[in-house]
Nanobody, 126 residues
Framework: QVKLVESGGGLVQTGGSLRLSCVAS????????MGWFRQAPGKEREFVAT????????YYADSVKGRFTISRDNAKNTVYLQVNSLRPEDTAVYYC???????????????????WGQGTQVTVSS
């Protein structure tokens, strides 16, 4: 059974930072590209960042480029999202997702995700 567990969310002020973590189990993590997505109230879930199965390549949404950094540790079955220079518009539930296929370069759409975590809330106060 595949399980993804996010942690690290919280309440921060504008300009603050957080480090989100997602621990995976029940899948071939080192073969699976991972992504972070977010969903704000009343909005659709949107792509934030993705990292390839090897960690060799990463991609970001334009809205977070230069502020967020995705990384992974395949020995720990964990993917991270360092979020810096936070803005009120970054407020959302952040979800990690695992590609439904293996060995792809990136996952940038909701439909590409095979497994989701439960999400972690990030709230940025102004």
């Amino acid at each position: 059974q595949v399980k993804l567990v996010e942690s690290g969310g919280g309440l921060v002020q504008t300009g603050g930072s957080l480090r989100l973590s997602c621990v995976a189990s029940g899948l071939s993590f080192s073969q699976t590209t991972m992504g972070w997505f977010r969903q704000a109230p009343g909005k659709e879930r949107e792509f934030v960042a993705t990292i390839s199965w090897s960690g060799g390549s990463s991609y970001y949404a334009d809205s977070v480029k230069g502020r967020f950094t995705i990384s992974r540790d395949n020995a720990k079955n964990t993917v991270y999202l360092q979020v810096n220079s936070l803005r009120p518009e970054d407020t959302a539930v952040y979800y990690c997702g695992a590609d439904r296929q293996t060995f792809r370069a990136k996952v940038t759409t909701v439909t590409a995700i095979g497994y989701w975590g439960q999400g972690t809330q990030v709230t940025v106060s102004s």
